[in-house]
């Protein structure tokens, strides 16, 4: 069992930014992909950010130029740096390695 911990959310006036964080208790870190879900109030869970073993990396169309993942294999922690937050960013972030998933962290952009 592969236990996936998230942090980094909170509360940010648009424009702002936050950096998420997700670690991962045991595993072979760095022959898995990564990935960053939101899910918004009311809509389904959608993939945000992918990281593959190979370094290559995937962003769903709105947050291009804004989200960067990026992983540190030593620590089995996968970041997500968010820029540039708007209103619509508000969603519970998770991680998401293999087939676990972290518990969700609650990210609210609002003046």
């Known amino acids: 069992q592969v236990q996936l911990v998230e942090s980094g959310g909170g509360l940010v006036q648009p424009g702002g930014s936050l950096r998420l964080s997700c670690a991962a208790s045991?595993?072979?870190?760095?022959?898995?992909?990564q990935e960053w879900y939101r899910q918004a109030p009311g809509k389904q869970r959608e993939l945000v950010a992918r990281?593959?073993?190979?370094?290559?990396?995937y962003y769903e169309d709105s947050v291009k130029g804004r989200f960067t993942i990026s992983r540190d294999n030593a620590k089995n922690t996968v970041h997500l740096q968010m820029n540039s937050l708007k209103p619509e960013d508000t969603a519970v972030y998770y991680c998401?390695?293999?087939?676990?998933w972290g518990q969700g962290t609650q990210v609210t952009v609002s003046s």
């Open positions: 045991r595993g072979s870190f760095s022959i898995d992909g």
């Open positions: 998401h390695i293999g087939v676990y």
């Open positions: 990281i593959s073993y190979d370094g290559r990396t």
